[in-house]
């Protein structure tokens, strides 16, 4: 069974760090997690899912929401099978829940063209 879990969501106040990972687990999908394209995704109640960070096979290339820019960092551990997204100066437009993804075939922003999603893990950002 393919998986993928996200973790280290949770409270913090505006200002604050958290670090979200994600690790990938089946037979198959860790054999090969460095075949895949990974991606942030969030969706905050009653609005649309949004695009946040995306990173590349081997790591060199990443990708940002405007939003997240020059506080956020992605980065990933294929030998660990887990993509790490270093999440700085949270405001509480942040608040959402952040799902991870992943595809084959490209980097992309968009979230309807990722194959393979986690449940998500809820960031809230007090004020």
């Known amino acids: 069974q393919v998986q993928l879990v996200e973790s280290g969501g949770g409270l913090v106040q505006a200002g604050g760090s958290l670090r979200l990972s994600c690790t990938a687990s089946g037979r198959t999908f860790s054999n090969y997690f460095s075949n895949y394209y990974l991606g942030w995704f969030r969706q905050a109640p009653g609005k649309e899912r949004e695009f946040v960070a995306t990173i590349s096979r081997s790591g060199d290339l990443t990708s940002y929401a405007d939003s997240v820019k020059g506080r956020f960092a992605l980065s990933r551990d294929n030998a660990k099978n887990t993509v790490y997204l270093q999440m700085n100066s949270l405001k509480p437009e942040d608040t959402a829940l952040y799902y991870c993804?992943?595809?084959?075939?490209?980097?992309?922003?968009?979230?309807?063209?990722?194959?393979?999603w986690g449940q998500g893990t809820q960031v809230t950002v007090s004020s």
């Open positions: 993804a992943a595809r084959t075939l490209s980097l992309s922003i968009n979230y309807r063209e990722y194959d393979l």
